[in-house]
């Protein structure tokens, strides 16, 4: 948590933040692969909690005044929100549970499959991002490096709710988190709020 300074009189400041996954394609086990991209597309779909509450991470976000995005690398998944300064503590009570405790819904994840195999396709049309990948091929091996992020398309369409959900209980819980918390807030209450929803 790094504090910022105090928002201009009259004004509510700006907050970042950060939910890092510390998993990404490398971490992924055999018949997992293109998991921590899917998983990353599935956070932005609209879900039900068990108490039968509707959830949309993007509208939440942008309903607080703030924007949303993510990326994921062989390394990490990252989910990534800059808001105003005021709006951390429903930041965190939207971002944390979408990450680590929405369902995985069977229909919706056929449908983003299909999204990511346009973006596979897409990759397989620049030459630049082939030639990338083969230069990883080439350099890493039989290392998990070698292999494209997004997964290949046999493997992606491989993939089950059950592979999904499982990659996501055993990357998303507390020693695979780190939380980034960036601006004008009280560290004590971010870390409480941060403890509770995790």
Same mark, same amino acid.
């Given at each position: 948590?790094?504090?910022g300074?105090?928002p201009a009189?009259?004004g509510?400041?700006?907050?970042?933040?950060?939910?890092?996954?510390h998993?990404?394609?490398?971490?992924?086990?055999?018949?997992?692969?293109?998991?921590?991209?899917?998983?990353?597309?599935?956070?932005?779909k609209p879900?039900?909690?068990?108490?039968?509450r509707s959830?949309?991470?993007?509208?939440a976000i942008e309903?607080?005044?703030?924007?949303?995005?993510?990326?994921?690398?062989?390394d990490e998944?990252?989910?990534h929100?800059?808001?105003?300064?005021d709006?951390? !503590?429903?930041?965190?009570?939207i971002?944390? &549970? /979408?990450?680590? =405790?929405?369902?995985i819904?069977p $229909?919706? %994840?056929?449908?983003?499959?299909?999204?990511?195999?346009? !973006?596979i396709?897409?990759?397989?049309?620049? &030459? /630049?991002?082939? =030639?990338?990948q083969?230069?990883? $091929?080439? %350099?890493?091996?039989?290392?998990?490096y070698?292999?494209?992020?997004?997964?290949?398309?046999e493997?992606?369409? /491989?993939?089950?709710t059950?592979?999904?959900?499982?990659?996501q209980?055993r990357?998303c819980r507390?020693?695979?988190?780190t939380?980034?918390?960036t601006?004008c807030?009280?560290p004590?209450?971010?870390e409480?709020q941060?403890?509770?929803?995790?």
């Amino acid at each position: 948590m790094m504090p910022g300074p105090p928002p201009a009189r009259g004004g509510r400041g700006v907050a970042c933040v950060q939910l890092w996954i510390h998993a990404g394609a490398a971490a992924e086990r055999s018949r997992e692969h293109g998991c921590a991209h899917l998983f990353e597309h599935m956070v932005f779909k609209p879900w039900v909690d068990a108490e039968g509450r509707s959830h949309d991470l993007a509208s939440a976000i942008e309903a607080l005044g703030g924007d949303v995005n993510a990326f994921t690398s062989h390394d990490e998944t990252v989910f990534h929100a800059t808001l105003p300064g005021d709006a951390i !503590e429903e930041a965190l009570a939207i971002l944390l &549970p /979408a990450v680590t =405790s929405r369902p995985i819904d069977p $229909a919706l %994840l056929d449908r983003e499959k299909q999204v990511v195999i346009e !973006e596979i396709h897409q990759y397989e049309d620049d &030459p /630049a991002a082939r =030639s990338i990948q083969a230069l990883m $091929a080439d %350099l890493y091996g039989d290392h998990p490096y070698a292999r494209p992020v997004l997964g290949e398309l046999e493997e992606l369409q /491989a993939l089950t709710t059950a592979r999904l959900r499982g990659w996501q209980r055993r990357q998303c819980r507390g020693e695979s988190l780190t939380l980034v918390v960036t601006g004008c807030a009280d560290p004590g209450a971010v870390e409480a709020q941060a403890r509770a929803l995790l």
